[in-house]
């Protein structure tokens, strides 16, 4: 696709409740990203996959969260029974290669999840 | 671990003021450096970046140059626009992830 696309734009859902977040990148790019914003804040790192490996989990803050990308191509967030303070913008980015400063990560616009 | 800070906002300028944000870090090694920009209802967007020390990154009328003996990478812009209005996010890359200071509110008055 033109940019990296991620579904939905918003999502609200109760407390305890299951959502997956969407993320399909630049075509043929083998990097993906998927950052967490909360208000006021900069992203923090969640995961990183290289393929369809995850290279680096080392962010996801606990065992709710987990992240997939069978096919190398999209990738689902997973949130398990959430929490009020999962609420932020989960951004996906995705780039040519693996980092070392030398290849531009591309973000999505953010799935903006508020937990009630 | 690897850190990043960068002036709070918002800043608030008039057009075609001078601008600069502050950025410095903390890292082991020599990072590359970024600069990304958010405007209204968008995604994040690179605007600059450099790979090694000295190195000058410009875009758009923006500057910033890395510089190691302050551990600084502040942004410059000669003459700021009404469209400039965004948030400004220092970055470096740290191995598998890019660290990011809390961004800076632009405002820019007509």
């Known amino acids: 696709g033109a940019g990296v696309s991620q579904t939905p734009s918003n999502k609200v859902t109760e407390k305890g409740k299951y959502v997956e977040l969407r993320c399909d990148p630049i075509?043929?790019?083998?990097?993906l990203y998927w950052y967490r914003q909360s208000l006021g804040q900069g992203p923090e790192f969640l995961i990183y996959f290289q393929g369809t490996g995850a290279a680096d989990d080392s962010g996801l803050p606990n065992d709710r969260f987990f992240a997939v990308r069978p096919e190398g191509s999209v990738s689902t967030l997973k949130i398990q029974r959430t929490e009020r303070g999962d609420s932020a913008v989960y951004l996906c980015?995705?780039?040519?290669?693996?980092?070392?400063?030398?290849?531009?990560?591309?973000f999505g616009q953010g799935t903006r999840l508020t937990v009630v | 671990g690897d850190s990043v800070t960068q002036m709070e906002g918002p800043v608030t300028l008039s057009e075609e003021a001078f601008l600069t944000i502050n950025c410095t870090y903390t890292?082991?090694?020599?990072?590359?450096l970024f600069w990304y920009v958010q405007y209204p209802g968008e995604g994040l967007q690179l605007l600059l970046k450099?790979?090694?020390a000295d190195d000058k990154g410009s875009n758009k009328g923006f500057e910033a140059t890395y510089r190691k003996e302050t551990t600084s990478f502040h942004l410059e812009k000669g003459s700021v626009q009404v469209s400039d209005s965004a948030v400004y996010f220092c970055a470096l890359d740290s191995n598998y992830q890019l660290i990011w200071g809390a961004g800076t509110k632009l405002i820019i008055k007509p």
């Open positions: 980015a995705s780039s040519l290669a693996g980092p070392g400063g030398n290849t531009e990560a591309f």
């Open positions: 450099a790979t090694k």
């Open positions: 075509s043929g790019h083998t990097a």
């Open positions: 890292a082991t090694g020599y990072p590359s």
